[in-house]
C-alpha cells in the first residue's frame, strides 16, 4: 500500500509538472506547452467533476482533448503564474481505488501587477488499474467565486 501511496505523489508531481509547462513564458511560441495526451492519459474514459454549481460527468474524448488547450489559455490570460501543490494525503481504499486530497498553492499577477495567492483543495478519486493512475472523481471547491473576488476574472 505505501508503494501505492509514493505512485499516486508521484503521479500528481506529474500534474504539477504538465501545468507547469502549460504556463511557463519561456516555452511560449502561443502560450506555454499543452501536454494533451499527458493530460487524457490522467483520466479515466468518463469522469465526475463536483462543485459548488453541480455535478458533471465528463467523457476523455476528443472534445476533452479540445478543451485542454482552451483551459490552459484560460489560466494564462488571467495571469497565473504557478500551481504548486503545497500537501497532499493520501487514502488507500482499496488495491484499485485511492482518495487523494490535494492542497493547491496558485499564484497570479493581476494586470495591475499585483501578486495574488490563492489557496484552495481538491478531493480526488483514482482508480489503479493496469499498472497506471486515472483521476474517475474531482470534487472542488467555488474558483470562479475565488477568483472573481480576487479581481482576476
Given at each position: 500500500?505505501?508503494?501505492?501511496?509514493?505512485?499516486?505523489k508521484?503521479?500528481f508531481?506529474?500534474?504539477?509538472?504538465?501545468?507547469?509547462?502549460?504556463?511557463?513564458?519561456?516555452?511560449?511560441i502561443?502560450?506555454?506547452?499543452?501536454?494533451?495526451?499527458?493530460?487524457?492519459?490522467?483520466?479515466?474514459?468518463?469522469?465526475?467533476?463536483?462543485?459548488?454549481?453541480?455535478?458533471?460527468?465528463?467523457?476523455?474524448?476528443?472534445?476533452?482533448?479540445?478543451?485542454?488547450?482552451?483551459?490552459?489559455e484560460?489560466?494564462?490570460?488571467i495571469?497565473?503564474?504557478?500551481m504548486?501543490?503545497r500537501?497532499i494525503?493520501?487514502?488507500?481504499l482499496n488495491?484499485y481505488?485511492?482518495?487523494?486530497?490535494?492542497d493547491?498553492?496558485?499564484?497570479?499577477?493581476?494586470?495591475?501587477?499585483?501578486?495574488?495567492?490563492i489557496e484552495?483543495?481538491?478531493i480526488?478519486?483514482?482508480?489503479?488499474?493496469?499498472?497506471?493512475?486515472k483521476?474517475?472523481?474531482?470534487?472542488?471547491?467555488?474558483?470562479?467565486?475565488?477568483?472573481?473576488?480576487?479581481?482576476?476574472?
Open positions: 500500500m505505501d508503494s501505492l501511496k509514493q505512485k499516486v508521484a503521479f508531481q506529474d500534474y504539477e509538472d504538465r501545468f507547469a509547462r502549460a504556463l511557463d513564458g519561456d516555452n511560449r502561443e502560450g506555454g506547452v499543452d501536454d494533451i495526451e499527458g493530460t487524457v492519459n490522467a483520466f479515466a474514459e468518463n469522469f465526475i467533476e463536483a462543485n459548488p454549481a453541480g455535478v458533471i460527468v465528463g467523457k476523455n474524448d476528443d472534445s476533452f482533448r479540445k478543451m485542454i488547450p482552451k483551459g490552459n484560460f489560466y494564462r490570460s495571469g497565473t503564474r504557478s504548486k501543490i500537501d494525503e493520501v487514502t488507500v488495491e481505488h485511492v482518495l487523494a486530497t490535494v493547491w498553492d496558485s499564484r497570479y499577477e493581476r494586470t495591475d501587477g499585483k501578486a495574488i495567492a484552495f483543495q481538491v480526488y478519486l483514482l482508480q489503479y488499474r493496469d499498472d497506471a493512475l483521476i474517475f472523481s474531482y470534487i472542488t471547491g467555488d474558483e470562479q467565486k475565488a477568483l472573481k473576488e480576487a479581481g482576476l476574472i
